[in-house]
C-alpha cells in the first residue's frame, strides 16, 4: 500500500508549474471502527494565472467518491470537496486516490490522495499457521487479541477442515485468547480456516478468520544436508498466499 502513496507523492515536484493543488499533502480519513462509511471535507486552490475547468473526477477504488463545491475556479480562487469512503472490511491504513481531469493542458489531470486509516478491533497472530507435508503433527498456537477499546468474548469456533482439530484458553477475559491447532495427520496436503465468532456488537467484526495449512516442503529444503556437527537450519516457510487468499473467498462463499 506504501508504494502507491510514495508514488503519488513523487510527481508532486514534477506538477511544480499545475494550477489545483491540495492545501495539504494529503486527506486523512479517520473512521472509528463501528463506522460504515464516513465523509470528509478537503480544501485547494486554483495557484495558477488562468481559470482551470474540471471536466471529470473518477476514483482509484468503488469505496471512494468525491465531488468538488462548483466546475471552475479563477486564478486564485479557494475550493472545497467532500470525500465519502465505504469502510466495508477494511483494517489498518489504505491508500486510494481521485483522479481530476481538467482543461488545463499544464495539469490535465490532478490527482487527490487520500489516506484511510481504520483502527483494528481484533488481532489474529499469526494469521497463518502451516506444517510441511509429513512432518510432525505437533501443537502450535494462534493468540487472538481484543484491541479495540470494548471487550469481546469468543463464543464459537469451528474448522473448515475435519482434520486439524483445536482447543481455546482464555488468557484475558474479553481481552486474550490462546487457540492452540493440532492437525491429526500431515500426509496429505490441506488449507482450511477457524471461524471465530466473538460477541462484539459491531457486525462486521463478528467473524473473524484464521488460517492453517499442510504445505509441501520446497525440494530445495529437503536436499540441504547440514554440515557435521552443526545443527540443521531452520526450515523457511514457503508463501501461501494464495492458498490464503483463495481459501478466503471460499469461505466468504459458504464452501468447505
Not at 502513496?5 to 506538477?15: A, D, G, K
Not at 486552490?45 to 479563477?74: F, H, M, W
Not at 480562487?77 to 493542458?105: H, L, W, Y
Not at 554440515?227 to 490464503?244: I, L, M
Amino acid at each position: 500500500m506504501k508504494s502507491l502513496f510514495v508514488s503519488v507523492l513523487t510527481l508532486l515536484p514534477l506538477l511544480a508549474g499545475a494550477a489545483m493543488r491540495l492545501d495539504v499533502d494529503h486527506v486523512d480519513v479517520k473512521p472509528k471502527p463501528e463506522d460504515e462509511t464516513i465523509e470528509v471535507a478537503f480544501t485547494f486552490k486554483n495557484d495558477g494565472a488562468k481559470p482551470v475547468r474540471i471536466l471529470n473526477l473518477e476514483s482509484q477504488c468503488s469505496c471512494l467518491s468525491a465531488t468538488l463545491n462548483k466546475a471552475e475556479y479563477a486564478p486564485g480562487e479557494a475550493g472545497s470537496g467532500r470525500a465519502q469512503f465505504k469502510i466495508s472490511s477494511f483494517v489498518g491504513e489504505e491508500e486510494k486516490t481521485i483522479t481530476v481531469t481538467t482543461n488545463d493542458p499544464k495539469q490535465p489531470e490532478w490527482i487527490i490522495p487520500f489516506v484511510i486509516t481504520v483502527p483494528p478491533v481484533v488481532d489474529i497472530s499469526p494469521k497463518m499457521v502451516q506444517w510441511w507435508q509429513n512432518e510432525a503433527p505437533g501443537p502450535k498456537d494462534v493468540i487472538v487479541k481484543m484491541t479495540g477499546e470494548q471487550a469481546m468474548k469468543i463464543t464459537e469456533i469451528t474448522s473448515t477442515r475435519e482434520n486439524m482439530s483445536f482447543a481455546l484458553k482464555e488468557i484475558k477475559a474479553g481481552r486474550e485468547y490462546k487457540v492452540t491447532l493440532t492437525p491429526k495427520t500431515t500426509t496429505d496436503i490441506m488449507i482450511g480456516a477457524l471461524k471465530i465468532i466473538t460477541d462484539s456488537k459491531i457486525p462486521k467484526y463478528q467473524r473473524q478468520l484464521a488460517f492453517f495449512g499442510v504445505v509441501r516442503q520446497p525440494e530445495t529444503a529437503k536436499k540441504a544436508e547440514p554440515a557435521a556437527g552443526t545443527a540443521p537450519p531452520a526450515p523457511q516457510k514457503p508463501a501461501v498466499r494464495d492458498g490464503e487468499t483463495i481459501l478466503k473467498a471460499q469461505v466468504v462463499k459458504g464452501k468447505k
